[in-house]
């Protein structure tokens, strides 16, 4: 049975990645538009754009060529490639292409990799994030950049992970210059009732915190500084940090309920940890630095509030103890591990053409590889699970993968060994190291409380 969790994944993408789909999608598309395609494959195309230039950041014309031609294609030029790939029939290919990708990603079930513990109650964990990639200045009319010191041109990755099975959700792609606050209710059609959302604060948003309540689902976000906070009693609470300290005394880690928003004053519970003293000390030097650059001075109410790190939820007591919101929490971590080996593995910010449609044709093929290198690696790490009771790292699996060329094996799916997958020793290379410090999955599994790891005596700070 165990063995079986990769042959499934393999046939997936032999029903996936095979010629007849391919040159369907390429008619459907018009990238062919005659029985005879001309000396342009789609399938070798599609192959040479999503395996060969994911392993490097290089995508000149003429290594496509050479790449084509090393894999049976008949030989192009690199203008008349510079032409395909400035047309918008191709762009239109390589987005069926992925769609089918993503809804073959989406279709197959993984089962459970993390264990209950503190997220028994939910049903799925999404996790949500973006992350931005500059390109070259000339595609700023197409992609513009989020302007003041950032770049001229560039684009973001909104994406959408679930935390118990592992595996990616979504991914959008928008300028840099769109806001993450335009994408707060990007989750909601994956929502169902019990499920849970973690957030940061660039998705902050209390109209959409309220339609994830009424669809039945959870939310933890962290609490952004601003907004207008009220007691449970619809009075304003102007210093919160001054009203935190004096609730909470000489504790660590405390809740109460509020209301947040000038409008909306919805009901939400907070929940206030204090943090150790030497993050207090890092976050009033920054702090500090911003309010110097600005030409302000750093007030008592804003000191006051880096003694806390503060989470805004509406799960109950019932549901889960104070203590347990920041172990919870820390699963939010994987969603930046993945876009660290996005970039390290595939080399997404790396993309410097000057055609806006090739940009894209570009980003969308490393986004192919990327939900199939995933797909793969959600396998090993529940057969990993499974029989060794291991965690897999997804940046040691993604250079592994790349390395030994896998994602071209699995345009010939027949010659894949799975003994190279089923090796334990190999796999174990894969694995997060053994350490005395614990996971966050085990944390969540063995319901481990932030006063456990972060002992609440390094917690007092500015009493």
Known sequence: ??????????????????????QKLAKQTKFIQRPYAGKLDPFIFLLVMTVELTSSGACALQSIVEKCTKYGGDLITAQALSKRLNNTQTLLFFKAMYSEVLKKHLSTSSGK??????????????????TSCTLNEKNAGTFPGSGGSGSLAGYKLHTIIEGVSNRIVDIKTTPSAVNDQSEVDHVLPFLKKGDL??????YFSIPSFKRIKEKGAYFIS?????????????????????????KMRNTGIDHFHIRIGAKEKFLVRLVAGRVPQHVYDQRIRERRRQAIKSGRTLSESVRRLQ?????????????????????????????????????????????????????ECFIIAKLIAIL???RFFVCVNLFMELRHRREVSFTKFVRWFIEHNFLLLLFDPWKVNLNIFMRKSRCLLLCKQKRSRKTTKELIEQKVTYGTFYPLSHLEVGI
Not at 337 to 352: C, E, M, V, W
């Open 1 to 22: 049975m165990k063995t079986s969790i990769l042959h499934n994944c393999i046939e997936q993408f032999k029903n996936t990645f095979n010629q007849e789909l391919v």
């Open 197 to 202: 959302v973690l957030r940061d604060l660039g």
């Open 222 to 246: 962290r609490f952004k500084g601003g907004v207008y906070v009220y007691d449970d009693k619809g009075r304003r609470i102007k210093d919160l940090g001054e009203y935190v300290d004096k």
């Open 307 to 359: 003694k806390f790190t503060f989470l805004v939820t509406n799960i109950s007591e019932e549901f889960l103890e104070a203590e347990a919101f920041y172990t919870v929490y820390k699963l939010r971590w994987q969603v930046e591990l993945l876009f660290k080996a996005f970039k390290r593995g595939f080399f997404i910010d790396l993309i410097r053409s000057k055609s806006p449609i090739r940009v």
């Open 372 to 374: 199939v290198t995933h």
């Open 113 to 130: 990799v993390l264990a209950s513990g503190f997220l028994e109650p939910f049903k799925n964990v999404y996790i949500e994030d973006s």
